[in-house]
C-alpha cells in the first residue's frame, strides 16, 4: 500500500518541490521508510511508556518536580528499554522491507556518488537480492555474492540486536542495583 502511495504522492511531489528529473530517488525510498517504522516505533514505545508505574510519576510530582522533569528524569529512564525495543524494531522493519523501497527508489543498480547522491536512483541492498536471485546460474560467483549480501544484511542486524540487547541489560543491572 506504501509503494502504491509513494509512486502516486510521494514520487511526484519529490520530482516537483526539488526540481529533479525524477522522484524515484534514494531520499523518496527514506521518506516512505519512515513513514513505515514510525507506527511500530510508536505503537511500542507508548506501550513502554504505560508500563512505567503510576507511583513512580507521582512521587516525581510530590517531591518538586515539574511535569517536564518527571517526564525526562524519571518516566523516560524508566521506560529506555521499551523505548529502545521500539526503536530496534523500527530499524528492523526498515531494514526488512524490500518491494516497497524497491519501487520508489528507482531501483538502479549503480552505486550513485557525490553530494547529490541522496537524489538519485538506487538500489537497496534487500531489492538486490529480490530483483536478481530468480535470474543467477546456481552456483555461480553471482549466486554467491548475492548470499554475501544477504550474509552482511544478517550481521547488521545481529549487531544492532546485539546493541540494543547489551544496552538493556545493563539497564536493568542499573536498575536492580538501585531497587536493592
Known sequence: MLGFLGILVVTPFV????????????????????????????SVAEDALDAVPRTYRQAALALGATEWQTIWRVTLPAARSGVLTAMMLGIGRAIGETMTVMMVTGNAPILPTGLGALFRPVRTMTATI???MGEVANGSVHYHALFLIG???????????????????????????ILS
Open 130 to 132: 529480490a530483483a536478481e
Open 15 to 42: 520530482r516537483t518541490t526539488l526540481g529533479i528529473p525524477t522522484g524515484l530517488t534514494a531520499f523518496t525510498g527514506a521518506l516512505i521508510l519512515g513513514a513505515m517504522a514510525i507506527p511500530t516505533i510508536v
Open 151 to 177: 550474509i552482511i544484511l544478517f550481521l547488521i542486524s545481529l549487531v544492532i540486536n546485539i546493541a540494543v540487547a547489551s544496552v538493556v541489560f545493563r539497564q536493568r543491572k542499573r536498575a536492580e542495583r
